[in-house]
């Protein structure tokens, strides 16, 4: 018993170090998303994450977002509990049954202008849950997406980067 401890507590850790983020590609697609905030809203941009039947990883790297390392929230993003303050409803999928009436719901909630965003290979396909009798579809088929974020999960630099493309491709978020 006491050899068993001693050697715990001599052993190296089995966990392989994290990968941490490129600290300069983060700056600056921070940075590129928070002038484009404000240049289309004048302010900073606030995000409504809805699960629509996921598995959690997709929310994982969402979170991180939100985490020390990344810490989005100096480059004017937030998070919202509520789609009654959002300005980006961030979907994760396939919507399943039991989701699909909340998630329509949500983006009702939302107000106008709004954008809608796809994340992950089941937001915007169905992914490995394709063919499953609990599966609406993706995201597109319940509610419009402006942007799809591909990965399985997409990083949390990758999606910062959908983020700075879709207000990119608009001048201003949609009214519908
Ligand atoms: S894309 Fe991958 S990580 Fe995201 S919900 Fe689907 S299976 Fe999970």
């Given at each position: 018993?006491?050899?068993?401890?001693?050697?715990?507590?001599?052993?190296?850790?089995?966990?392989?170090?994290?990968?941490?983020?490129?600290?300069?590609?983060?700056?600056?697609?921070?940075?590129?998303?928070?002038?484009?905030?404000?240049?289309?809203?004048?302010?900073?941009?606030?995000?409504?994450?809805?699960?629509?039947?996921?598995?959690?990883?997709?929310?994982?790297e969402i979170?991180a977002l939100?985490?020390?390392?990344?810490?989005v929230?100096?480059?004017?993003?937030?998070?919202?509990?509520?789609?009654?303050?959002?300005?980006?409803?961030l979907?994760?999928?396939?919507?399943?049954?039991?989701?699909?009436?909340?998630?329509?719901?949500?983006?009702?909630?939302?107000?106008?202008?709004?954008?809608?965003v796809?994340v992950?290979?089941?937001?915007?396909?169905?992914?490995?849950?394709?063919?499953?009798?609990?599966?609406?579809?993706?995201?597109?088929?319940?509610?419009?997406?402006?942007?799809?974020i591909?990965g399985?999960?997409p990083r949390p630099i990758d999606l910062l980067r959908g983020l700075?493309?879709?207000?990119?491709?608009?001048?201003?978020?949609?009214?519908?």
């Amino acid at each position: 018993m006491r050899t068993l401890l001693l050697k715990s507590l001599l052993a190296r850790p089995v966990t392989i170090a994290r990968p941490a983020p490129d600290a300069a590609a983060l700056e600056e697609v921070g940075q590129a998303l928070e002038a484009r905030a404000r240049r289309l809203f004048g302010r900073s941009i606030t995000i409504r994450e809805v699960d629509a039947g996921s598995c959690n990883g997709c929310e994982l790297e969402i979170h991180a977002l939100n985490n020390a390392v990344y810490d989005v929230e100096r480059f004017g993003i937030r998070f919202a509990a509520s789609p009654r303050h959002a300005d980006v409803l961030l979907v994760t999928g396939p919507v399943t049954h039991n989701m699909k009436v909340a998630l329509e719901r949500t983006y009702a909630a939302t107000p106008d202008p709004k954008w809608v965003v796809a994340v992950g290979d089941c937001g915007c396909g169905c992914g490995v849950f394709e063919g499953s009798y609990a599966v609406v579809g993706a995201v597109d088929k319940v509610v419009p997406v402006d942007l799809h974020i591909r990965g399985c999960p997409p990083r949390p630099i990758d999606l910062l980067r959908g983020l700075v493309a879709l207000m990119d491709q608009s001048t201003s978020p949609h009214r519908r």
